[in-house]
């Protein structure tokens, strides 16, 4: 069965630092890979997405994501942090079948000053 | 953002009452779903939609149905509320079929 593991439940990073947030799936086929954000109180945005092709994939906000098929990771990424990313982020594997989305229990990122 | 609306944001209902909440989008995308939200679970998905009147179950549908008579409108429905159901309820539109999908802003139900 698919599943998404985040192995980091919260993240502290200082303003201005780069980071990594960190996805491994399981899927029996070509996995399609999603990254949202979602602020307290607030629905889920789409940060980014993998179907195929190339496998660095350029987000919005700055973020982008590696789609590393041989470790089934697919890793976010940002090069610098801004107090505004503070927030929780999902990964989600899903394919052509409309039940088979699933998310990760999410990373919450808190940005120091 | 995508145009979606749930309605209400926020309930508190006792056990045992029967409960709706409405998704309502103006995309007049083909498919929706009612996902659930708890701590450590992150999201997961309660029912589908592909198309007026067609929908199917999900990872956890127990306890809970659902109707989509237009487009544009998904109900869910919790026939006998239960405290196992509080929780944040999260509809989410998309375009096509495994195609990422938009979220609406939530309703925070809290059965007491």
Redesign the interface.
Known sequence: AQS?TQPDIHITVSEGASLELRCNYSYGATP?L?W?VQSP??????LL?YFSGDTLVQGIKGFEAEFKRSQSSFNLRKPSVHWSDAAEY?C?V?????????????TRLTVKP | DAG?TQSPRHKVTETGTPVTLRCHQTENHR?M?WYRQDP??????IH?S?GVKDT????VSDGYSVSRSKTEDFLLTLESATSSQTSVY?C?I?PD??????????TRLTVT
Not at chain 1, 41 to 46: D, E, H
Not at chain 2, 40 to 45: D, E, I, K, Q
Not at chain 2, 97 to 106: D, I
């Open positions: 998404v399609y999603f949202y109180g607030q629905g889920l945005q789409l997405k999902f989600a899903g394919g052509y079948n409309n039940n088979d989305m699933r998310f990760g229990a999410g | 979606i498919y779903y450590g679970h992150g999201l997961r998905l589908y592909y199917d179950k999900g990872e999260f989410a998309s079929r495994g195609s990422e999908q938009y979220f609406g802003p939530g």
